[in-house]
């Protein structure tokens, strides 16, 4: 699993104003499950919040979402390194394919589920909702390489 | 500051208080110790020199309008903190590892406090040297470092916040207010989780360069403070960016559990 739910440490609450101030912020990201095509998946280009509170214990990455803190396990670690509002979720995979010797469509995966829970904690938004694909990872999706 | 110096600096405090006041301090139940530019040995002619007597028996406030006239001698301002030593203690067991594992310490500590904690830290002893060495010991035993950090880093928080609310509602000059807030507060963290508690804002380049902490390198953070990729054209991308570097120095900062 990419995370855990941890409420070990009063530390690391989700921070109150940030839960309202969250709550009123959502940009209307897209689903990423349930039906969404692969496509469209790897055109999606995600954001951090600027406002998320990111704590790193004894080396363990910890994000307080809107409702959970999340522990991070090293391999979100590489995903939450490669979002910065400009890499789609088809580059950031291919990212984690190299790294890891994944397949491109079980990395794709593997950060589809990661985002999901990223955005549905609103730790994460939709910097662009692109549908044009266009990187060369991209393209090697539509070519069947998924 | 040599240790001459400092042998001169609390021989002339001493010798100018009244003996009541003298007593005082040299008493077994008290100390004064020096902080400030002219501990750190970065004081000009024009610095004042910042002492604080902490002591349980009562201090005769003479000794405030004595130090003008030391001052008034030697040129130099001399500005004296008087503290409770009882209250002192307690501060010193807000910063104990178990409280800071309890996850409060960071919350309960004043501004005040916080100023005292890195001046203690960096201080050096004028009146019973033991005393205040044992205490120093203390202070750098405990998690003092890492509340203090977590200190920081809860503002770096509540800036990062407001960042987001500023840019979403628009009001991208006061973004960039909060982003510099933001970046002072992780360089004042980065220091100390580095050991280096922070000082006053005004010495914050100076600590920064001499201490250059891992998670945030002096040239990295000089490039922010002096903002020198801010474009007139586009301030909330500045400030943007801020925050994303901010961010990648706090998750740098390995907090202990």
Known sequence: MFLEHSDADRRLQPHPSAAEHHASSSMGAPAVTGGSTYARLSSFVPARQLGVRIRNLDGILILSGRRHLLQLSPTAVVIWAAIDGRQSMGRIAAGLAQASGRAHRDALDHVAGFIAELLADDIVVSAVSAVDVSDSWDGGARSGEL | ?257
């Open chain 2, 1 to 257: 500051m040599t240790v001459q110096d400092l042998k001169w600096l609390s021989d002339t405090f001493l010798g100018r208080l009244q003996p009541s006041d003298r007593d005082v301090l040299r008493s077994a139940a008290s100390y004064a110790f020096l902080s400030g530019s002219v501990a750190y040995g970065w004081d000009s002619s024009t610095s004042d020199i910042d002492v604080h007597v902490v002591t349980d028996l009562s201090v005769d406030r003479r000794g405030r309008r004595l130090a003008e006239v030391i001052g008034q001698m030697i040129g130099r301002e001399w500005d004296i903190d008087y503290r409770d030593r009882l209250s002192t203690d307690q501060l010193l067991e807000s910063l104990s590892w178990e409280r800071y594992r309890s996850g409060d310490a960071a919350a309960l500590l004043t501004d005040d406090d916080l100023q005292f904690v890195a001046r203690l830290w960096h201080g050096a002893p004028l009146t019973n040297a033991v005393m205040f060495d044992s205490v120093q010991q203390r202070l750098k035993a405990s998690a003092a470092r890492w509340v203090v950090t977590e200190w920081y880093l809860d503002h770096y928080d509540h800036s990062a916040l407001d960042v987001q609310g500023q840019i979403e509602a628009g009001d991208n000059i006061s973004a960039v207010m909060s982003a510099r807030e933001a970046i002072r507060c992780v360089a004042a963290a980065a220091l100390a989780g580095a050991g280096e508690l922070p000082v006053d804002q005004k010495w914050r380049a100076r600590q920064m360069r001499e201490a250059n902490p891992g998670p945030l390198p002096f040239t990295q953070y000089w490039r922010i403070e002096t903002m020198a990729d801010y474009t007139e054209e586009d301030p909330a991308q500045w400030a943007r960016e801020t925050i994303y570097r901010c961010q990648k120095v706090v998750e740098s900062i390995v907090l202990p559990r």
